[in-house]
């Protein structure tokens, strides 16, 4: 009888701690994230997706005490996303911008950036007005397909809107268009990883600063302080300019709101 009993007591204790590690079990968040971007996100030889976004998202997890599951997702339908329930979060270089506040929550600015525009090395300019009647080259809905727009109209026949970045710059570096407009961090280190293209480099003196965010969908504020408190405690410890150095050889410019 008591070899019974203690069975039975046994058996409810590994039950309560089954219950236990049950209920504490870490959160798991579907990230999506576009990797034809450069060193931010990007897909190996090998299909894993690699890049600042998902090292610094990893660090980011890791801190704020969840887990991620990386999916590759295509651009032109990220936010989309969001809204349907297939990701819990969406992080893929997207400039915070008061439009894009409208259609999902961002988290604290995670990189500091600002537009550039690349010309091909017998072009050389000053300003985003000297591209007028020149080719184009911008991503869709990007903020240079917004500087683009801004200057030269939407219905401009010189804007070529590309689904990806590699699509607009492959049509620069053959002469398809005369310039492209895109993300600072992008286009730097395209053009350092293919010093034989020449390309020359402006950026506009309209073109202010401007900053990444992580979005989630909008009330899920559940995701977005987590998403805040891993992101702080990753730059307190460190670990945001270990990643920043890694992808970048830089130390990692203050963010607007550290202290």
């Known amino acids: 009888m008591t070899k019974i009993k203690s069975l039975a007591a046994a058996a409810v204790l590994a039950a309560a701690l089954?219950?236990?590690?049950?209920?504490?079990?870490?959160?798991?968040?579907?990230?999506?994230?576009?990797?034809?971007?450069?060193?931010?996100?990007?897909?190996?030889?090998?299909?894993?997706?690699?890049?600042?976004?998902?090292?610094?998202?990893?660090?980011?997890?890791?801190?704020?005490?969840?887990?991620?599951?990386?999916?590759?997702?295509?651009?032109?339908?990220i936010f989309a996303t969001l809204n349907n329930g297939d990701r819990d979060i969406i992080m893929s270089g997207i400039t915070i911008t008061d439009k894009r506040k409208q259609a999902a929550d961002f988290s604290q600015p995670y990189f500091l950036a600002h537009q550039l525009i690349l010309t091909n090395s017998n072009l050389k300019i000053t300003s985003i007005k000297d591209l007028d009647g020149k080719l184009i080259a911008v991503v869709n809905a990007s903020a240079g397909d917004i500087a683009a727009t801004t200057a030269f109209g939407k219905t401009s026949k010189n804007i070529r809107r590309f689904d990806n970045t590699p699509l607009a710059l492959e049509e620069l570096a053959n002469g398809g268009v005369d310039a492209m407009i895109g993300d600072v961090g992008v286009l730097q280190w395209y053009v350092k990883q293919n010093p034989d293209k020449q390309f020359n480099q402006c950026r506009?003196?309209?073109?202010?600063?401007?900053?990444?965010?992580?979005?989630?969908?909008?009330?899920?504020?559940?995701?977005?302080?987590?998403?805040?408190?891993?992101?702080?405690?990753?730059?307190?410890?460190?670990a945001y300019a270990k990643v920043y150095d890694k992808w970048f050889g830089a130390e990692a410019p203050k963010l607007p709101w550290q202290k």
Request: aromatic residues 12%; negative net charge; hydrophobic residues 40%.
């Open 18 to 77: 089954s219950a236990s590690f049950t209920v504490c079990a870490a959160d798991t968040y579907v990230v999506g994230t576009g990797a034809t971007y450069r060193p931010f996100e990007f897909e190996t030889p090998s299909k894993e997706l690699v890049g600042f976004d998902v090292d610094l998202m990893k660090e980011i997890a890791k801190a704020g005490g969840f887990e991620v599951k990386f999916i590759n997702t295509p651009w032109d339908g």
């Open 204 to 238: 506009d003196p309209g073109f202010q600063e401007q900053y990444f965010g992580i979005a989630v969908r909008k009330g899920n504020e559940k995701v977005l302080k987590a998403i805040n408190e891993g992101l702080s405690k990753a730059v307190d410890s460190g």
